[in-house]
């Protein structure tokens, strides 16, 4: 048996988007050797992807400082890197392109991020239907838009940042369907001066989506087409419109990666992210959250969370002031985006009986309908038991019929035969436990 | 519980057991009650692979095993889709001339008694599945041998029990069993003839002293990989591991499903109550699995999960009346062959509780021959 | 930025900007139904963020792989639904 490569650090950061990065640097600086898994290619998380790649994107100068991080001698990056076993507290397993790697720690700070809410409607597994932050990664990894016609619905202001984004990239971005009703969007709006850079961004999307139509009260109810989009149906209640589109983006709001911290055993809150105390402690010792995992709040807020959670997990004593007020300022945005773009009852009509819901299994709303709970759906369907485990069908079947999900066993994600058979096979570590 | 009168059986426990007796009773015209903790065929049931095997390690385990594959065989045509009842066949895979002559052995051993089997050489073997590392001496393919998915065989079970006039009561815990009668969690209480126990590895839990172990296992499901391979594959050395008195194991164990996916097994661990993944027995696994498959190296694993066997310290399962117990049967004890063996041990039970003769011996699944007998 | 990778989808040369996924490449090379599902409807990315599993395709023969996550290397191979590469065994 080999022993398979091994790194040890004081801190592990799972993640590098703007909350593990202010980790990793504020954990850095405070005299913590960090290691830095993500499995992307490169650094940035989703909203700051590609930032670190040389490639022009309008968020690169505001990512740079943060990216920075990665450059103190104290972290080592790890590009790549899916996290997807914790075989013993203070030691972590992850897939890499080189093959399996364990990273031996002292504390860790979590900070997945989050994915998308995907709420099935019929058309949704069309090619050519993707998520809305979805299309904007893909967008941002290369994938060609210019001159195609875009529908961008769903909930929740990310919609403008995906539309502009889409625009840049030379689609012609035909509607902005948000389903929150005109009454919540304008009170939101007209709350946003106590949040200034969010007043900011706002102003300057509206100006660079000038000519963009974006409906309140609007949602997709169907995609049509053969083995690709052709039109989507979107309705505003009353009545439905047909528009002929390349694509639709499509996200229904965001929903925490809570499943690292659940192979960590952190405890969960309700709304499914992952508990934290004032220094972005979880429920385990050792272990810290920080950024969208912890609670939907947006950028600042994975920011703050992350300097503190860095700094709380390199052993300083002091939370500085200014992450904190940094912190509750952002929640407040969190909670307002919350309340705003809360899920109209439509949306769970959308499915009919013959809808996918699972996707990596096919099953069908038809089939769910008759299932007790999440557990003998699994069981009985297959629902969840495909190599996406739920992360897609599980929240859909929430929203759908209100089943919770269940604890998370490794693999954490689907990994190689030999990665798994590794993770038994570690050297004793010679770090102190957290 | 008043008005209607007392069921001839309460059967606790709606594993694949439990369902398979409440299932054979009520259609024998008893009045059957079934009593579910949880989900109906959520335990060992759905931890398992769903191999219905005939074993020959011993007489009455290949007696029990091929009476119960005849009873799967002759349902087969009736169970749900879902059920994915298919017949990949077993393919004892014999790693040296050792173990290729102990194939020989039971290859005749099979043959002699009406179960097809056949041996296979070094070349026929890597014909009959490409993907298993060169060097190995051959295999004993026993063809009949089935594969189903036990989950969804419980439900399609407990309606055809319901039909023939059973009731079932998923998510009522059974707290005691007081002789003809049990204390359900929520403080009702039922009476019957006869309290049929089929609670699987938790059998101990409601009669104390039960020589009922639980024995945990490890199982890991790949992603789609048709045709990777096509039988269920299983090392020689298996039985002796399975049936290996030391508290830990592991043996190459290969199941394609109908899916495409690949079951990945197996361990044994005596012992251990916890059930989260044992990462270093499940390295080893994986290892030896490896170790005949190479090829699985970077096929993708999607999930792995452990499960418990109802582990007796004879191998026999236990089938009837445990002495002292007026009234009690159980129908538990069966380690990994509760799939393969459950319409058999219904058959027991059901000839049990209506005083019918039985087509093969009783005496070796009595629970007697283990009264006294520290668990 | 004017690096440029060269790749094979489904057997026909792509040349695509250094960094570009392997999504991105299969759609420049015009392809839109990466894989067939299990029930064979025709599948694309949905997460773009290596969540959704819908953008599986065989690269370099290992079947199952994300398109989404894997970034572009010269001489790389992928195979998508129209080459077999969804479902099959990826020998």
């Given at each position: 048996?080999?022993?398979?490569?091994?790194?040890?650090?004081?801190?592990?950061?799972?993640?590098?988007?703007?909350?593990?990065?202010?980790?990793?640097g504020?954990?850095?600086?405070?005299?913590?050797?960090?290691?830095?898994?993500?499995?992307?290619a490169?650094p940035?998380?989703?909203?700051?992807?590609?930032?670190?790649?040389?490639?022009?994107?309008?968020?690169?100068?505001?990512?740079?400082?943060?990216?920075?991080?990665?450059?103190?001698?104290?972290?080592?990056?790890?590009?790549?890197a899916?996290?997807?076993a914790?075989?013993?507290?203070?030691?972590?397993?992850?897939?890499?392109p080189?093959?399996?790697?364990?990273?031996?720690?002292?504390?860790?700070?979590?900070?997945?991020?989050?994915?998308?809410?995907?709420?099935?409607?019929?058309?949704?597994?069309?090619?050519?239907?993707?998520?809305?932050?979805?299309?904007?990664?893909?967008?941002?990894?290369?994938?060609?838009?210019a001159?195609?016609?875009?529908?961008?619905?769903?909930?929740?202001?990310?919609?403008?940042?995906?539309?502009?984004?889409?625009?840049?990239?030379?689609?012609?971005?035909?509607?902005?369907?948000?389903?929150?009703?005109?009454g919540?969007?304008?009170?939101?709006?007209?709350?946003?001066?106590?949040?200034?850079?969010?007043?900011?961004?706002?102003?300057?999307?509206?100006?660079?989506?000038?000519?963009?139509?974006?409906?309140?009260?609007?949602?997709?109810?169907?995609?049509?087409?053969g083995?690709?989009l052709?039109?989507v149906?979107?309705?505003?209640?009353r009545?439905?419109?047909?528009?002929?589109?390349?694509?639709?983006?499509?996200?229904?709001?965001?929903?925490?990666?809570?499943?690292?911290?659940?192979?960590?055993?952190?405890?969960?809150?309700?709304?499914?992210?992952?508990?934290?105390?004032?220094?972005?402690?979880?429920?385990?010792?050792?272990?810290f959250?920080?950024?969208?995992?912890?609670?939907?709040?947006?950028?600042?807020a994975?920011?703050?969370?992350?300097?503190?959670?860095?700094?709380?997990?390199?052993?300083?004593?002091?939370?500085?002031?200014?992450?904190?007020?940094?912190?509750?300022?952002?929640?407040?945005?969190?909670?307002?985006?919350?309340?705003?773009?809360?899920?109209?009852?439509?949306?769970?009509?959308?499915?009919?009986?013959e809808?996918?819901?699972?996707?990596?299994?096919?099953?069908?709303?038809?089939?769910l309908?008759?299932?007790?709970?999440?557990?003998?759906?699994k069981l009985?369907?297959r629902?969840?038991?495909?190599?996406?485990?739920?992360?897609?069908?599980?929240?859909?079947?929430?929203?759908?019929?209100?089943?919770?999900?269940?604890?998370?066993?490794?693999?954490?994600?689907?990994?190689?035969?030999?990665?798994?058979?590794?993770?038994?096979?570690?050297?004793?570590?010679?770090?102190?436990?957290? | 519980?008043?008005?209607?009168?007392?069921?001839?059986?309460?059967?606790?426990?709606?594993?694949?057991?439990?369902?398979?007796?409440?299932?054979?009773?009520?259609?024998?015209?008893?009045?059957?009650?079934?009593?579910?903790?949880?989900?109906?065929?959520?335990?060992?049931?759905?931890?398992?692979?769903?191999?219905?095997?005939?074993?020959?390690?011993?007489?009455?385990?290949?007696?029990?095993?091929?009476?119960?594959?005849?009873?799967?065989?002759?349902?087969?045509?009736?169970?749900?889709?879902?059920?994915?009842?298919?017949?990949?066949?077993?393919?004892?895979?014999?790693?040296?001339?050792?173990?290729l002559?102990?194939?020989?052995?039971?290859?005749?051993?099979?043959?002699?008694?009406g179960?097809?089997?056949?041996?296979?050489?070094?070349?026929?073997?890597?014909?009959?599945?490409?993907?298993?590392?060169?060097?190995?001496?051959?295999?004993?393919?026993?063809?009949?041998?089935?594969?189903?998915?036990?989950?969804?065989?419980?439900?399609?079970?407990?309606?055809?029990?319901?039909?023939?006039?059973?009731?079932?009561?998923?998510?009522?815990?059974?707290?005691?069993?007081?002789?003809?009668?049990?204390?359900?969690?929520?403080?009702?209480?039922?009476?019957?003839?006869?309290?049929?126990?089929?609670?699987?590895?938790?059998?101990?839990?409601?009669?104390?002293?039960?020589?009922?172990?639980?024995?945990?296992g490890h199982?890991?499901?790949?992603?789609?990989?048709p045709?990777?391979?096509?039988?269920?594959?299983?090392?020689?050395?298996?039985?002796?591991?399975?049936?290996?008195?030391?508290?830990?194991?592991?043996?190459?164990?290969?199941?394609?499903?109908?899916?495409?996916?690949l079951?990945v097994?197996?361990?044994?661990?005596?012992?251990?109550?916890?059930?989260?993944i044992?990462?270093r027995?499940?390295?080893?696994?994986?290892?030896?699995?490896?170790?005949?498959?190479?090829?699985?190296?970077?096929?993708?694993?999607?999930?792995?999960?452990?499960?418990?066997?109802?582990?007796?310290?004879?191998?026999?399962?236990?089938?009837?009346?445990?002495?002292?117990?007026?009234?009690?049967l159980?129908?538990?004890?069966?380690?990994?062959?509760?799939?393969?063996?459950?319409?058999?041990?219904?058959?027991?039970?059901?000839?049990m509780?209506?005083?019918?003769?039985?087509?093969?011996?009783?005496?070796?699944?009595?629970?007697?021959?283990?009264?006294?007998?520290?668990? | 930025?004017?690096?440029?990778?060269?790749?094979?989808?489904?057997?026909?040369?792509?040349?695509?900007?250094?960094?570009?996924?392997?999504?991105?490449?299969?759609?420049?090379?015009?392809?839109?139904?990466?894989?067939?599902?299990?029930?064979?409807t025709?599948?694309?990315?949905?997460?773009?963020?290596?969540?959704?599993?819908?953008?599986?395709?065989?690269?370099?023969?290992?079947?199952?792989?994300?398109?989404?996550?894997?970034?572009?290397?010269?001489?790389?191979r992928?195979?998508?639904?129209?080459?077999?590469?969804?479902?099959?065994?990826?020998?």
């Amino acid at each position: 048996m080999s022993a398979i490569a091994t790194v040890d650090c004081d801190v592990l950061v799972v993640g590098a988007g703007p909350a593990g990065l202010a980790a990793a640097g504020a954990a850095a600086r405070a005299g913590a050797g960090v290691v830095v898994l993500d499995d992307n290619a490169g650094p940035g998380g989703q909203i700051w992807r590609g930032a670190g790649a040389g490639v022009a994107a309008p968020d690169a100068r505001a990512a740079a400082p943060w990216l920075d991080a990665l450059e103190h001698p104290r972290v080592q990056p790890l590009a790549g890197a899916r996290l997807f076993a914790q075989p013993a507290p203070g030691l972590a397993l992850a897939e890499t392109p080189a093959g399996p790697l364990a990273v031996r720690h002292v504390r860790a700070v979590l900070c997945p991020g989050a994915r998308e809410l995907f709420l099935p409607f019929p058309g949704w597994t069309l090619p050519g239907v993707a998520g809305a932050g979805g299309l904007s990664a893909l967008v941002k990894s290369g994938t060609p838009v210019a001159g195609q016609r875009v529908v961008v619905a769903g909930s929740g202001p990310l919609l403008f940042a995906v539309a502009r984004e889409l625009k840049r990239h030379g689609a012609r971005v035909l509607l902005i369907a948000e389903q929150a009703p005109r009454g919540r969007v304008a009170r939101f709006a007209a709350g946003l001066w106590r949040w200034p850079a969010k007043l900011a961004d706002a102003l300057a999307h509206r100006a660079a989506l000038a000519g963009v139509p974006y409906r309140t009260g609007s949602w997709p109810v169907e995609a049509l087409g053969g083995e690709a989009l052709a039109a989507v149906r979107v309705s505003d209640g009353r009545r439905v419109r047909e528009i002929p589109c390349d694509r639709l983006a499509c996200g229904f709001g965001l929903v925490p990666n809570a499943e690292p911290a659940r192979l960590f055993g952190c405890a969960i809150a309700a709304g499914g992210a992952v508990a934290t105390g004032a220094r972005q402690e979880t429920s385990v010792p050792g272990v810290f959250a920080a950024g969208e995992a912890a609670g939907i709040a947006g950028l600042e807020a994975a920011l703050a969370e992350g300097a503190i959670a860095g700094l709380a997990a390199a052993g300083a004593g002091e939370i500085p002031a200014g992450p904190r007020r940094a912190r509750e300022r952002a929640r407040a945005f969190g909670a307002a985006i919350a309340r705003a773009f809360a899920l109209r009852d439509d949306l769970r009509a959308l499915a009919r009986p013959e809808t996918v819901v699972c996707r990596c299994e096919d099953v069908t709303r038809g089939a769910l309908a008759d299932q007790p709970g999440w557990r003998a759906a699994k069981l009985h369907t297959r629902c969840g038991m495909g190599p996406c485990q739920g992360r897609v069908c599980g929240p859909a079947a929430e929203f759908l019929f209100g089943w919770g999900a269940e604890s998370v066993r490794p693999p954490a994600f689907p990994v190689r035969l030999e990665s798994l058979a590794a993770a038994g096979e570690v050297p004793p570590g010679g770090t102190e436990g957290p | 519980m008043s008005g209607s009168p007392s069921p001839d059986a309460l059967v606790v426990g709606a594993g694949i057991v439990g369902a398979a007796c409440a299932w054979e009773l009520a259609r024998a015209g008893v009045r059957v009650s079934v009593l579910e903790a949880g989900l109906p065929g959520g335990g060992a049931t759905a931890a398992g692979m769903g191999h219905v095997v005939v074993l020959d390690d011993n007489e009455p385990e290949f007696r029990l095993a091929k009476l119960s594959h005849e009873l799967w065989s002759a349902l087969a045509p009736e169970l749900p889709a879902g059920a994915e009842f298919t017949r990949p066949g077993t393919l004892w895979v014999a790693a040296d001339g050792e173990e290729l002559d102990a194939a020989a052995r039971r290859a005749a051993a099979y043959d002699s008694r009406g179960v097809a089997a056949e041996l296979l050489d070094a070349r026929q073997l890597a014909e009959a599945e490409p993907e298993l590392r060169d060097g190995l001496a051959g295999g004993l393919l026993v063809r009949d041998d089935a594969v189903v998915y036990p989950p969804c065989v419980v439900p399609w079970l407990l309606d055809g029990a319901r039909r023939a006039g059973a009731q079932v009561d998923a998510g009522r815990r059974v707290a005691a069993i007081e002789g003809r009668a049990v204390r359900c969690a929520d403080g009702g209480r039922r009476e019957a003839a006869w309290v049929v126990l089929a609670t699987g590895a938790w059998a101990p839990e409601l009669v104390p002293g039960l020589p009922v172990r639980r024995r945990k296992g490890h199982l890991v499901v790949t992603d789609r990989y048709p045709g990777f391979v096509r039988h269920q594959l299983v090392e020689l050395g298996y039985l002796k591991s399975a049936h290996g008195t030391g508290s830990e194991s592991v043996a190459f164990n290969v199941q394609p499903r109908p899916s495409g996916q690949l079951l990945v097994g197996s361990s044994r661990q005596l012992g251990v109550d916890d059930d989260a993944i044992d990462h270093r027995l499940l390295s080893r696994m994986l290892r030896r699995a490896l170790e005949y498959l190479p090829g699985l190296a970077r096929r993708h694993a999607l999930r792995a999960w452990t499960g418990f066997r109802a582990a007796t310290p004879d191998g026999q399962p236990l089938i009837g009346p445990w002495p002292g117990h007026d009234g009690l049967l159980l129908a538990t004890g069966h380690e990994g062959l509760g799939i393969t063996t459950a319409f058999g041990t219904a058959w027991l039970v059901a000839d049990m509780v209506l005083g019918r003769p039985s087509p093969l011996p009783r005496e070796p699944y009595l629970p007697a021959r283990l009264a006294g007998s520290a668990p | 930025m004017s690096a440029r990778v060269t790749l094979s989808v489904d057997g026909r040369a792509v040349a695509v900007a250094a960094g570009a996924s392997v999504a991105a490449a299969i759609e420049a090379a015009g392809v839109a139904v990466f894989r067939h599902s299990v029930t064979g409807t025709a599948r694309a990315p949905l997460c773009g963020m290596g969540i959704c599993q819908e953008c599986r395709v065989t690269i370099d023969g290992e079947p199952h792989r994300l398109a989404c996550q894997t970034a572009c290397a010269e001489g790389m191979r992928v195979e998508t639904a129209a080459a077999g590469g969804s479902r099959g065994v990826g020998r």
